[in-house]
């Protein structure tokens, strides 16, 4: 009981401090708040969909960026789908980053873009480790027996 | 447009220099004109040249007239605007080199003209001396053909002779004038060889010949005739017998020893004419001269006669002897002009040789003018040739004409190259311009996008605190929380709506604000925006209270959204600038406003709601156009309704200096207020516009100190078409009645009608006491009795008095007791005071969510439960089992969209194209309902709710025409499955662009349940 609540605590905690760093917002909540006893994983499942993507995209954005003549039309598209989709898992940092970004490719900035790229890459990384504690925390709460707060 | 005034003006410049070119030529013409008169040589020359010179002025009228007719077409040309930089260079170019050309065609013309005349001049005063010359030769030929007749006559025919030498002197002396031309006149006998002797001594002296004396014809003084040799032994001689005293000298010479006479002689003697020798010097004189010879016959010829007939009949010769020089010095001293003239005359026998007989050769002039003479020798050939004394003068007619034409013309050239250059540089800043506007207009873009960037960026945050609230409401709340709860909800919104407002005003500038035209109630509009402000005006300490006129009908239709906003702007202000006092919204018809007897105003405008003094409302719609034409706004249709709000406070007004830029957007009255009370000053002339927009007007009247009164009108239709009365909102106080205690009229006709809009009966009284009667010794049986604040505080023992004889009062007729508040601090102390049998206090503003609920609480009637049902609840209720389609090319969209309607127990179908979208939702499908996101690739949202919409109508017409059996299409006659755009953009224009493609509404991504709620209750009635 003692280790549940403070498995408890510290995921409270640590969802905070992510909701404090910006790292996810409100949405995320609303995500987690999906999540019942028809679809447990509900938010993991969306979760690690959205990192499939982003690593699409990403992968898909660079190779772009890397041509001689970068077709930012295309980079606009793929960064417009990532913002979607981060403001749906509510990925705030990436969310902000894709506005940035998509400034960058609305002015044709190539450098910029780059730049951008570079950033989203590292904050998906980030973030993805991020989540995977969350997420096993989460995992030792319901394997110690207890229930995930909402 | 500049460009074309400076076309018009090069034109007309153009115009004014042409008309001064032909005024120049035809003085020109005219000047020449006169010139030809004044020549006097010659009336036909000058005529002809008159004539000319008309030709020359009519081709110049002529030129003129095509000109101005190019000169219009050019202006067409320029007016097509096509003009091509190039291309005028070029006509410049080739206008100045063919007025180049054109001028010295014309200078050689003039030129030509002038050397014709010049040469006509000559010519015909050539002739004429040529042809006197002649006629004089041969007057003095012919005399000396008679004279041959006479010495025929008189010499031969008489034996003896009639005529010696001292005769023929005489007569030849006396008539001399008969033959101007000769100097003297002589006659040789035919002497044959053998007669020579005979003859001699006849005579008295001896033939002698001429040689000697030609061949020394340097000793002319000492020239003696018996100096000469006696003739040498020859076939013939010709001596002369008789001559003319200036002549003398010549006796007894053989003509025929001369060679120029001797050829003469046999000439003459052989045509039988007259015939004349070359020019030679003569003797004696030594001056140039020639002789003319005729034969004398012994007798009359034939004329058919042989040359050897008439050798033998040959009896003597007479000369004449012409002194050429002097004879045409003196004729030609006779003619005048002499002076303007030169003349030569020559021998030209030998054509390569001509001999001058008269005339220097010392000329300036070439222009020479020869007129053949006829002397009456055929086998000499003379000529005349004149030539001008003087050289020609300059041609100055011709070089005036072309050189003014030239500068004219190149100064027409030069206006139209200034006018070029002014047209290229007008062009270039009107490309400026155009690029300027350009960027203009993409910093308006740039902006407007801002704008929308900011709205959508305050929206999310807005969204999160408007969606808290909304869970809130779903909590258990007492009613007070609930009405905060909604307070702050709406207050929310109203943010929303104002940052739309900024909004608003970029697209009012550009024109392209659209209104509503939809059902509302304006009362509940009101209490809306009553309850937006009543936080601040309990703060205050403000009284805040709106009256509608029972005369507006409930439903109007209009734009609300808008009507609110004019709404909200005005008390917004009003609040601002109100520390104590009121503030009254009141609504009106105008027709009523306008039946409203002065007095009754009168009245109305002394006693105001708080007490405090407020200026004469009816001077803020004083300059409407309604008012100032009686009765015109009476004419309208009785389904457009002309209602007339006046938003009245007792602020401090607005200085008398800013009224007239109140409706200036962005201006604030003073810097010092915008620091004091925010606001960006956008809000009266949005309001201005809105105003406009529905058919009103706005004005108001304020005075410093006092407080000022903002009215405007509007024009709505009447939504209460059919007669159903309103059903009641409040069943539960159906058939109450309450007394209002209030001493002031204004305020209690307010509350009389947000109490009498629960469907209680309202009676007023103005005391405690009065209403203690009325309670007590009246027949009717009030459920409540409403005591305004002040009225209550006057004397807390009346008040208690009354609240004690109100407890005497039986059971059933003991109303209810509620004190009207007005500020919060009140509500608190006076509650603390009070104890549990004592009013319950209900805070102003009235509104009529609010009063009720106050009175249920207090009353314990009505429904216990939420007034509205919890959208999340009633989403699940409508949601539940419906099976809808969500399309979206984002694979975490799609599951946390799936998800999300998934919760509200819909049974969700997910697509990720608009291909496959279309593919399920062909009909007969059993989808309720289809979310589309907008922005996919290959097939975008709009595309492919399109083609559903053709897909559906075209199985709708194959319904109808019977194609299809209903049954086959489950049975449903007329497909159209609600279509929901999901975006994440809110934008209006992105909204209507959702509605023109056929899209049925538009909810935002996330999903946001009061809106999903709204959306969604559109389509599916639970």
Known sequence: ?150 | MSLLHVLGFGLKLGHLLLLLCCWVVSVISMNSFIDSEIEPSNSSISAAAAAANLLGGKMWLKLWEKISVNSSKIHQVLEAKSVQKSFWKKLLRSWAVFWIVACALMFRFFNNQAIDKRKETLGSMCDERARMLQDQFNVSMNHVQAMSILISTFHHGKNPSAIDQRTFAKYTERTAFERPLTSGVAYAVRVLHWEREKFEKQQGWSIRTMNTVQQNPIQKDDHMPEKLEPSPVQEEYAPVILAQDTVAHVVSLDMLSGKEDRGNVLRARESGKGVLTAPFRLLKTNRLGVILTFAVYKRDLPPDATPRERVEATDGYLGGIFDIESLVEKLLQQLASKQTILVNVYDTTNRSHPISMYGSNVYVDKLEHVSALNFGDPFRDHEMRCRFKQKAPLPWLAITTSVSTLVITLLIGYIGYATMNRMAKVQEEYDEMIELKKRAEAADVAKSQFLATVSHEIRTPMNGVLGMLDMLLYTDLDVTQQDHVRTAQASGKALVSLINEVLDQAKIESGKLDLEAVRFDLRAIMDDVLSLFSGKSQEKGVELAVYISHRVPDTLIGDPGRFRQIITNLMGNSIKFTEKGHILVTVHLVEEVMETTDIEKEALSRKTLSGFPVPDRRRSWAGFRNFSQDGSNCSFSPDLINVIVSVEDTGEGIPQEAHSRIFTPFVQVGQSISRKQGGTGIGLSISKCLVTLMNGEIGFVSIPKVGSTFTFTAIFTNGCSKLSQSKMAYPEFQGMRALVVDSRQVRAKVSIYHVQRLGIQVEVVPTLDQALSSISTGDTVFSMVLVEQDVWDVDSTVASLFVNNLRKLDHQRCPKLFLLANSVNYSKTSTMSLDLHGPSTIMKPLRSSMLAASLQRAMGVGNKGNPRELPSLSLRGLLAGRKILIVDDNYVNLKVATGALKRYGADVVSAESGEKAISFLEPPHTFDACFMDIQMPEMDGFEATRRIREMEDNINVRIQNGDVSIEACGNISNWHVPVLAMTADVIQATQEECLRCGMDGYVSKPFEAEQLYQEVSRFFTS
């Open chain 1, 1 to 150: 009981m003692d280790v549940l609540s403070q498995l408890r605590h510290q995921l409270a905690d640590y969802t905070n401090s992510l909701h404090r760093d910006g790292f996810l917002d409100d949405q995320f909540s609303q995500l987690q708040q999906l999540q019942d006893e028809s679809s447990p994983d509900f938010a993991m499942e969306v979760v690690s969909l959205f990192f499939e993507d982003c690593q699409k995209l990403v992968t898909n954005m660079a190779r772009a960026l890397e041509l001689q003549a970068v077709d930012f039309k295309q980079v606009d598209s793929s960064v417009h789908q990532l913002k979607g989709s981060s403001s749906s898992v509510g990925a705030a940092r990436i969310k902000n980053l894709c506005v940035a970004f998509k400034t960058c490719c609305d002015s044709q900035n190539r450098d910029g873009c780059m730049r951008c790229l570079q950033e989203v890459n590292r904050e998906c990384v980030l973030l993805k480790n991020k989540l995977q504690t969350l997420f096993r925390l989460e995992q030792q709460i319901i394997s110690a027996g207890g229930s995930i707060p909402m």
